[in-house]
């Protein structure tokens, strides 16, 4: 057992450490270590392959959750990857990789920088300056954009307050979408969607979609269940289909 340890070289733990601040050089969270308090990664790297609290990384900094290892909140400005459990995720800056095995129990927020997700994450809010990218094997809860996002793989449901949403080939969106504003471009399939009068919603000729309500500016090249148009303008494009 130590307690409060400032790393600039080299250093491992197996054992229990009260707390983190890495400033260059590696660090290692061996099988077995835990780390008890806060983990303050300014630069170099660490690597976490048990069990850790909450970490933040700076720009010039690297932290690295592998399979199996579990960390608490991370706030992120540097290069994160994980294959492990986090508990939840702010993003402010960098960039953040979920990939294969690697879940994100909590929430997610991407004030800035790039967050991808190949594996599983819970509910996301990307802000004026995030992106978010959900791959074909990402799994996502309820989505919140007010950014760049786009999704290839399965998110619950979508909330587009601003900015640009893209429902790539392979994306489905099992829930609501809501688009208070924005757009939001369907390429393959979602459910309802309800356009609000600032939004726009386009059906590309690969798109499914449901019951559209539309206040707004929406275009169709695919197929929709139905419509109900209370406002704005609708525009049934060549190949476009209400069944």
């Known amino acids: 057992t130590a307690g409060a340890l400032t790393n600039a070289g080299t250093a491992s733990n197996a054992g229990t450490l009260g707390s983190l601040t890495n400033t260059a050089g ?6 077995l270590g835990v780390i008890t308090g806060k983990t303050i990664i300014s630069g170099g790297t660490v690597t976490n392959n048990f069990q850790m609290t909450d970490a933040d990384v700076a720009a010039a900094a690297d932290f690295v959750n592998n399979n199996g290892a579990t960390a608490g909140n991370i706030r992120n400005s540097g290069t994160v990857s994980n294959a492990g459990t986090i508990t939840s995720l702010q993003n402010d800056a960098g960039s953040f990789t979920n990939n294969f095995g690697g879940v994100v129990s909590g929430a997610t927020t991407v004030a800035g920088g790039t967050v991808t997700n190949n594996a599983e994450m819970n509910a996301v809010s990307v ?25 290839a793989g399965e998110i619950a449901s ?3 307050t601003a ?81």
């Open 26 to 31: 590696n660090f290692t969270n061996n099988n």
């Open 127 to 151: 802000g004026a300056g995030g992106i978010f990218t959900n791959t074909t094997d990402g799994t996502a809860g309820a989505v919140t954009n007010a950014g760049n996002s786009s999704n």
């Open 158 to 160: 979508l909330t587009n």
């Open 163 to 243: 900015g640009d949403f893209v429902n790539n080939a392979g994306g489905t969106i099992t829930g609501q979408t809501t688009i208070t504003g924005g757009t939001v471009t369907n390429n393959f399939e979602i459910t309802d969607a309800d356009v609000a009068a600032a939004a726009a919603f386009i059906n590309n000729s690969d798109g499914i979609a449901g019951h559209i309500r539309n206040s707004g500016t929406v275009t169709n090249a695919g197929t929709i269940a139905s419509l109900q148009n209370d406002a704005g303008s609708f525009t049934n494009n060549s190949g476009g289909e209400v069944t």
